[in-house]
């Protein structure tokens, strides 16, 4: 690929642009030197195709390292980024990703989760379950994301059976935790961890 640079009088770093402008300007000159009598006109018309053989891999290895970018190296950066908490930019890039794997919509349910949007946390899940049913990843998360709301529904239609204003002895001995909260925040860091630790697996 070196090679092709040097063809062009460009280096690996140059941009589109200055690319794009250098093989034009080449091509039109090569184009007018072949017309000339003898070798030179051979050596121009070698030269332009040259030129038009390099330009095109020069093309399609950009094209194959952005397709690449926006792939399996974006996840894992993306995965990155919601461990550090920048939840924004985690999801910047999953917008800008051309793939939707299913592995996207894992890391999208993680964003949604962080944002404490479990429907649609829920959803994401579910569609990463359909294009990879046997990833055990995507099922224990869900799985783990269900008992969480499950656990919220039942809370939220419990009625207190005893008198608001009595102490129970272990209120009275100093304890103020009870066995529900315990049981809300093991289900929370189950799925927390899950997220948090496993969406860097592959």
């Known amino acids: 690929m070196k090679e092709n640079y040097e063809l062009l009088g460009l280096n690996e770093s140059a941009t589109d642009e ?21 070798e030179a006109g051979n050596e121009a018309a070698r030269m332009l195709t040259k030129l038009d053989v390099a330009y095109s891999e020069i093309k399609a290895a950009r094209k194959e390292k952005t397709e690449n970018t926006t792939g399996a190296n974006a996840f894992e950066e993306i995965t990155a980024l919601l461990k550090d908490g920048k939840i924004a930019e985690a999801q910047t890039l999953l917008d800008n990703c051309n793939e939707r794997s ?71 001995m100093g304890g103020n935790f009870c066995s529900n909260c315990i049981s809300c925040c093991y289900i929370n860091l189950c799925i927390n961890c899950l997220f948090n630790l496993c969406c860097g697996c592959r």
């Open 102 to 172: 299913a592995e996207w919509h894992y890391l999208q349910a993680v964003v949604f989760y962080k944002k404490n949007w479990t429907n649609d946390s829920k959803k994401q899940l579910e569609i990463a379950m359909q294009m990879a049913p046997n990833n055990l990843k995507y099922r224990s998360a869900y799985g783990k994301l269900n008992a969480k709301n499950d656990y919220q529904q039942q809370s939220a239609y419990q009625q207190p059976t005893q008198n608001p204003y009595a102490r129970s002895d272990e209120e009275q």
């Open 18 to 38: 200055e690319l794009e402008a250098r093989y034009h300007q080449l091509r039109e000159k090569y184009k007018e030197e072949r017309w000339q009598d003898g």
